[in-house]
């Protein structure tokens, strides 16, 4: 317990700077179509659409020339993008390839950051930090969520909150009981067995629980009611912008067909879009009932009243950081932040190595 709360300087927190060398989710592939869109990513404003060929290009949202939005701005069918104060006009590299008021110059000399992006569907990445670092096979590996032997659910919220936050919640599920009770709380599941494991960056929490039914969520779509199963749980902190939540539901008993294992599991992408802000994606799949189209909606909406709550409670916790002054102030930490507590030293390294070799 003591090591729990010492050395908190070595901790991130809210104010930790945001970690550049990581692949971030930029948004839904099906929501980016040859429209200018505009999102904050870490702190930067950023212009985005898909091209004629299909492919996403990310831009500076501001005009080389009197910093106009680029996103309030025209997007021609060549795929340039005309500023829409001065009308110089850009590529999809970011270059300058004409200014109206000097026709007889070289326009080259002008140019916006562009953005590296890969496309894994059903998302877009996007990479903020060095250049030479952005190795595509650091985005995490979630080719199963395509596979049609899965049913499905997914939502997106804007937290007025820290990314670490989102992480946080994540990773320590002992809130199931008292913030969802009604949906995913069972009586024990507070006092479960907890498990951490670090391997690399990768922090994993494990906890067991059994002799309890599933949670109220999943008791009529499972079809397993009031049986008493063994719950497992695998919370996973895999990158700054991605977290994975693993369940599995064990029915030794075999009682719905001589069935034993049913797993809902969610994705978490996790991107900040400013020191004390974030977007957040999810994706809802289970392994039960998944000829019901029907259960893809209610779960999505169910599971999307989960999150909210999650999200109430960040935005909460945010708020009395920013409007209750207490400069002594040190949050004290319990057992089960354990894996919390490895996620976030992880973190505060890493920004340190961004800061040595910046």
Known sequence: MDSLNTGTNNIADRDTPLIRNCWYVLDWSHDVKAKLKNRMVLNQDLVYFRTKSGEITALQNRCAHRCFPLHKSTLHTNDTIQCGYHGLTYNVAGECVQ??????????????QKYIIVERKPMIW?????PEKADEDLIP???????????????????????????????????????????LGTPKHAEAQIKVTVEG??????????????????????GLGNVPITRHAHSTFVTPGFHNAIALFEDKEGTNNG?????????????????????????????????DKNLDDWYTKVTGKVFEEDKDAIEWIEDLWVKDERPNFIEKNVPSDGGAVKMRKIVHQLSIQESNYS
């Not at 200014?99 to 000399?109: E, G």
């Open 141 to 183: 590996d979630y080719d199963w969520i395509n596979d049609d032997q899965w049913g499905y659910g997914s939502g997106f919220y804007h937290v007025k909150g820290n990314y670490l936050a989102i992480h946080e919640n994540l990773m320590d599920i002992t809130h199931f009981q008292y913030l969802h009770g009604a949906a």
């Open 99 to 112: 200014i109206p008021s000097a026709m007889n110059i070289n326009p080259s000399f002008i140019s916006i």
């Open 201 to 222: 960056n990768t922090v994993n929490n494990y906890r067991l629980n059994e002799g309890e039914p599933v949670p109220e969520l999943h008791k009529e779509a499972s």
């Open 126 to 130: 996007i990479w903020t930090g060095d």
């Open 259 to 291: 069935r034993v294992e049913y797993s809902p599991r969610i994705l978490h992408f996790i991107t900040p879009e400013t020191q004390y802000t974030s977007l957040y994606w999810w994706m809802f799949a289970r392994d039960f009932s998944v000829p």
